[in-house]
């Protein structure tokens, strides 16, 4: 699907504009709806207020151009598009420093090497001491993360594909088997990789790939802070890219 342009309708009478004005109302909950389950999922510092103001923007364009003949209903036609107009306002802001990437790499370095040196997942004490932090450290850096990872996610897609983990585990699409084998293939290796990390992280996959709970309601789930469930998402990310990185370089001949 390609990228919908919301810029400003051409003019429209009282009547119209009324019978607009209605369907805003009537779907004003929707727009919060979405913009609340991606809040739930970005820095602090990113307003509510403002991603139901960009959610509002992407209404208007569903209602402007919204045909029966679609055999949809509007509120289906619209969904995609208030996504859409969010993401599209949140490509401007500077998601994660440049060190903040870099931290995240050497988290996901440091995860592939004790892999490889135990011949199996590291213990997150063990990753801390590979690099150097206390446990503490460590945990604050896979919160600070988490930034990389949501970009990653919302950016995958503006369709309903936002939400699938072979997208965010992909670290850089050029690389990745997806372009040169089935996909069929690549859920297999990540369900095998998934198999792998420990029970707790494969839970909160679960629950928020699958069966896309907010970090708040896994929390709640799992009896854990929101915060918390935060870290083990970011980690378990990165274990998976290693596992997927060095299983594709394993089947490709290590080229």
Known sequence: MGTA?????????????????????????????????????????????DLISSGIVGLLFAIDNFNPAFNVQL??????????????????????????????????????????????????????????LSLAEYQERLSESQTVEIQRLEYASGDDQSRDLLNIISDDEESWPSRIVER????????????????????????????????REIGEVMGMHLSRCGQLRVQAILRLRSLMERVWASKRGGR
Do not use: C
């Open 75 to 132: 509120k289906t036609y619209a969904e995609s598009r208030i996504h859409g107009a969010i993401i599209d306002s949140l490509r401007d802001m500077d998601w994660a420093p440049r060190e903040t990437r870099k931290r995240a790499k050497l988290i996901q370095n440091a995860i592939h090497k004790l892999q490889q040196k135990f011949g199996r997942e590291p213990a997150e004490e063990e990753i801390a001491a590979e690099l150097n």
């Open 184 to 215: 069929s293939e690549l859920e297999r290796v990540l369900a095998q990789a998934i198999d792998r990390i420990p029970k707790q992280e494969r839970t909160v996959l679960s629950l928020y790939y699958y069966e896309e709970l907010t970090l």
């Open 5 to 49: 342009t919301y810029g400003p309708q051409p003019a429209i009478d009282a009547d119209e504009a009324s019978r607009r004005e209605k369907l805003v109302i009537e779907h004003l909950p929707q727009v919060r709806i979405i913009a609340g389950r991606i809040h739930d999922r970005l820095p602090r510092h990113i307003a509510l207020e």
